[in-house]
């Protein structure tokens, strides 16, 4: 009887130590599903386009949901740039329920092209508390101009034709120059000095024919001018339009 008791007492003792193990292990699951847990729409949102040197300020919404079985508790918010600004969030969700961040890009004397900024979330999420999101924007050239490069080669034509666009519909070329840089050093417009840049013959014809965006189409034709060498460096083209009279065309004039 003894032998059995003792048989019984370490089945016992087993099943215990088992159902412990049980309890521990189903305990630990439950604390970490029991926390917040943050769930991003997206984690890039697009506030859209505005025109070069236009103090437009653009609005963006991101969305999220607390997937967790705790309340979500939104922190802070820091923009990684001055220019983009936190005009409100919802700083506390509950599980199950969905929130927003709203902001605003400021894209005053940004150039054009793609700009994308990042916001960091702090929050009390178990998935992540620390999380980057961004906020992207495009920004539209006053004049664009089909061609990054113009290349004029006098053993080809001696020209170059390209298409240029603009939402002012009466804008007018009233002068082209180029100047060496065979560097690439003059970055800065202002830099346009020490030597005299040569003059450059133009045609400028007004196209019959505007882009679903709203910008009319011309076409800008560049004459050769005399030279004894071939030539790398930009054109400068001096327009009418208030907002850009001038733009800065890299080029390469060749023999």
């Known amino acids: 009887m003894a032998i059995i008791s003792e048989i019984q007492e370490k089945r016992f003792l087993t099943i215990l130590r088992n159902w412990s193990i049980s309890a521990i292990i189903f305990s630990s699951i439950s604390t970490v599903e029991a926390g917040a847990k943050i769930s991003m729409k997206s984690l890039i949102v697009d506030a859209g386009t505005s025109v070069e040197d236009v103090n437009e300020l653009l609005p963006a919404r991101f969305s999220f949901k607390n997937n967790g079985t705790s309340p979500l508790q939104i922190q802070r918010i820091i923009p990684a740039c001055g220019c983009t600004k936190i005009t409100a969030y919802d700083s506390l969700v509950m599980p199950g329920k969905s929130g927003s961040i709203s902001v605003e890009m400021n894209l005053k004397d940004f150039s054009a092209g793609l700009h994308s900024k990042v916001i960091t979330v702090f929050s009390n999420a178990d998935n992540d ?127």
Not at 146 to 151: L, M, N, R
């Open 129 to 255: 508390s620390i999380l980057r999101i961004a906020v992207k924007a495009t920004v539209r050239s006053i004049i664009e101009i089909a061609v990054p490069y113009v290349t004029i080669n006098r053993a080809d034509s001696a020209w170059k034709s390209f298409f240029v666009f603009s939402k002012k519909n009466d804008i007018n070329i009233e002068g082209v120059s180029f100047k060496k840089d065979p560097y690439g050093n003059s970055k800065n417009p202002s830099a346009w000095q020490e030597d005299v840049p040569l003059i450059v013959k133009y045609r400028w014809v007004s196209v019959d024919s505007i882009r679903s965006d709203g910008y009319k189409v011309f076409q800008l034709t560049l004459f050769m001018p005399h030279i004894t060498e071939s030539l790398l460096g930009f054109f400068r083209i001096e327009t009418n339009h208030p907002e850009k009279p001038e733009i800065y065309l890299r080029g390469t004039m060749l023999l």
